[in-house]
């Protein structure tokens, strides 16, 4: 279609030499942009070539020659010179201010060598020695191997003081001696519910890693960040996601604190994305935890938070092999499939309690067997209490059954996936495949056929877990490669996606699971002016090369929160 941008300049022109107009009436734009490829992630998947914007709102989405009439002496024209627009990018599974604390204290997600992360602990040990603690977070399981790193390497780089390391995945932690000390974990201690204490090769003496339930153990005796630190890092990761291009996010994890810091920025009308909060259940506090959430929901729900989710985590991580799994790991015995946290029948009543109180269900399942145990649950939920619209959902779902796939749609279950993880690193060739078999790595992260059968799927980082740029996630979604591979290694090649259906996840579908679908997730007259600007088309570019494009700016309900320095 030939764009009538000229029309439009000129239009403008002699408007502005007329009476003045209010351009927030309304009746004119307060930004109009123009000659773009603007997907609107509309129910018919339209383009279009221009988006007019008044009082923070769309008002108008269509063509060129259709914009003249919202342009005003007041209105700010935007000539994209056929860039790309899509809505805000949504991510649905996330820790923003928990991910912006961990990169402030010591960490370690940039290294891929001991050495490095050796070096890292010991400049910032000197570098800090006001603390008491040591702590970080960040180290990659690979690197040391499936038994963890020992206490005994981390008593040399820090001898002086307790220091605590969190791994990459947030399953696993790494303890010096005196950490170990402070927290009472020794040769007589027993393995906590749902968590696992490493030991040496004596099988008693604890090696220094711990895993799941176990890493709660020294967290308890470890400091806690002040509000004035949680205020800053939800300040400061507001400014990382804007620029991503995200605008709204489900903070996947979280307690009162953060819930108190997002409700003040909230206040103050500083928060520049939504957020939907999920509760953390710890399996250990029991039912009087709902009642306590119900208070949380009435005291800090506002309104660009909403405190209306809770997370459940239902297991741990396959490379820990606590992850939940229907058959037994490869060379173990018929007991070794992981850990539930709670068991089947726990599982269905904290479901059905929740669902018939009014919230939303986040949990965490990534073995078959956590996964088909969530379904249940939440089956059961909905045979007590009816069908709802709460949008529950399951995260990360690495390995799912094929029987239990069409059980999403079936039950309105959402999918909840991380893309970035489906392509073969470090973690998939070193330490899942030895434990699942060639077998069960074709069930790994079952996108596409999740999407196939007519499921529900969003999308999300779990950052920093891994990268929080969705455009990198993206480029593996569609190539089940990773960054930089070619398409000799894609990682079970029938679970690619197309382009369409993960920029769903990422937008529309994902305001959908947020209930923000009628204020964002599609570029619509009347919503929400939460968008961004690509400096490339994805649909004109390589599939390989989707993670090279940028975004170059980012309005939050009509106001700039993010600028590419080289965008006009």
């Not at 309690?353 to 399942?365: P, R, V």
């Amino acid at each position: 279609m030939k764009s009538a941008f000229p029309l439009l300049l000129s239009a403008l022109l002699v408007l502005t030499g007329t009476n003045r107009v209010i351009a927030a009436d309304q009746t004119h734009a307060d930004i109009l942009m123009v000659n773009g490829a603007v997907y609107t992630m509309d129910s018919g998947r339209r383009w279009a070539q221009a988006i007019a914007i008044a009082n923070g709102r769309i008002v108008f989405v269509g063509t060129d020659q259709d914009a003249t009439k919202y342009a005003g002496s007041l209105t700010k024209l935007v000539n994209l010179n056929g860039k790309m627009v899509l809505p805000g990018f949504i991510d649905s599974h996330i820790h923003p201010v928990q991910g912006a604390l961990e990169e402030q204290a010591c960490y370690l997600g940039d290294f891929e060598k001991a050495e490095s992360i050796d070096k890292t602990i010991t400049e910032y040990a000197q570098a800090h020695k006001d603390l008491d603690w040591v702590i970080g977070s960040g180290w990659s399981l690979p690197i040391y191997g499936p038994n963890g790193p020992k206490k005994e390497a981390l008593d040399k780089l820090v001898p002086d003081r307790p220091a605590f390391f969190i791994s990459q995945d947030g399953h696993s932690g790494w303890a010096n001696s005196k950490a170990l000390e402070k927290a009472g974990i020794n040769s007589f201690s027993p393995d906590p519910p749902n968590g696992r204490i490493e030991r040496d090769a004596d099988g008693r003496t604890p090696s220094g890693t711990l895993r799941e339930g176990a890493v709660e153990l020294v967290e308890k005796v470890a400091p806690h960040p002040t509000e004035d630190q949680e205020r800053q890092a939800a300040l400061d990761v507001q400014k990382k996601l804007n620029k991503l291009g995200i605008l709204a996010v489900q903070d996947a994890s979280v307690g009162e604190s953060t819930l108190k810091t997002y409700a003040a920025l909230d206040d103050a009308n500083l928060l520049t994305m939504r957020v939907s909060a999920c509760m953390t259940l710890h399996p250990e506090k029991g039912p009087q935890q709902i009642e306590t959430f119900k208070e949380w929901r009435s005291k800090y729900d506002g309104d660009l938070l909403s405190a209306r989710a809770v997370k459940i985590f239902s297991d741990g991580v396959v490379e820990t092999k606590t992850a939940a799994m229907l058959d037994p790991y490869v060379g173990g015995d018929a007991k070794d499939i992981g850990i539930l946290n709670y068991t089947p029948g726990q599982l269905k009543w904290f479901a059905t309690k929740l669902d018939a109180a009014g919230f939303q269900i986040h949990t965490h399942a990534i073995g078959d067997r956590a996964v088909r145990c969530a379904l249940d649950a939440l089956e059961t939920a909905q045979k007590v209490n009816g069908k709802t619209n709460k949008m529950h959902h399951i995260a990360h779902l690495q390995i799912v059954h094929p029987d239990d796939i069409p059980r999403f749609r079936r039950l309105n279950v959402v999918a909840n996936f991380q893309p970035y993880w489906a392509f073969s690193d470090k973690y998939i060739t070193d330490l899942t495949v030895p434990i699942l078999g060639e077998a069960r790595m074709k069930q790994n992260y079952p996108i596409n056929s999740v999407f196939r059968s007519g499921a529900f799927v969003v999308a999300g980082s779990d950052w920093t877990v891994t990268t929080a740029n969705p455009l990198e996630a993206i480029q593996v979604a569609v190539t089940r490669c990773g960054i930089g591979e070619t398409a000799d290694k894609v990682f079970v090649p029938e679970e690619r996606v197309s382009l369409p259906d993960i920029l769903s996840a990422y937008t529309i579908n994902g305001a959908y699971l947020g209930h923000w679908e009628k204020e964002i997730g599609s570029l619509e007259a009347g919503k929400s002016a939460d968008i961004i600007v690509l400096d490339k088309n994805l649909f004109e570019v390589s599939p390989f090369d989707i993670a090279k494009t940028k975004v170059i700016w980012t309005l939050f309900k009509g106001r700039e929160v993010y600028r590419d320095p080289e965008f006009p």
